[in-house]
């Protein structure tokens, strides 16, 4: 069973920085991605980027340039530094794993496919 579990965010400066976490288990870790969503709304999430099990990174538009997607299998977690945030950043990011692994999961541009498994967010907000 795979579980995802989010940590970090907060409020933050406009500006300044943060780091999110996601605890992960339950992955093969053969082929597997992991990405960061925004959610939109309960049935709608905005991929920011992702990292698949060979470790390459996609990122959206939103945030591209000042987020970077990294893991540490060592620690089974996932991260998101965020710099220079902005107050359109604010919202609820979500931790999301795709157990079938490239190419059933990718992100290129804002369209993403995949994704099966998801956390319950950590909230962002960034005031001005």
């Known amino acids: 069973q795979v579980e995802l579990v989010e940590s970090g965010g907060g409020s933050v400066q406009a500006g300044g920085s943060t780091k999110l976490s996601c605890k992960f288990s339950?992955?093969?870790?053969?082929?597997?991605?992991l990405g960061w969503f925004r959610r939109a709304s309960p049935s709608k999430s905005d991929a920011v980027a992702i990292?698949?099990?060979?470790?390459?990174?996609s990122y959206a538009d939103l945030g591209k340039g000042r987020f970077t997607i990294s893991e540490d299998r060592s620690k089974n977690t996932l991260y998101l530094q965020m710099t220079d945030l902005e107050p359109d950043d604010t919202g609820e990011y979500v931790c999301?794993?795709?157990?079938?692994?490239?190419?059933?999961?990718?992100?290129?541009?804002?369209?993403?496919?995949?994704?099966?498994?998801w956390g319950k967010g950590t909230q962002v907000a960034v005031s001005s």
């Open positions: 999301a794993a795709d157990s079938a692994g490239p190419p059933y999961c990718q992100l290129r541009g804002s369209w993403y496919i995949g994704f099966n498994h």
């Open positions: 339950g992955l093969d870790y053969s082929a597997y991605c």
């Open positions: 990292i698949d099990s060979d470790g390459a990174t």
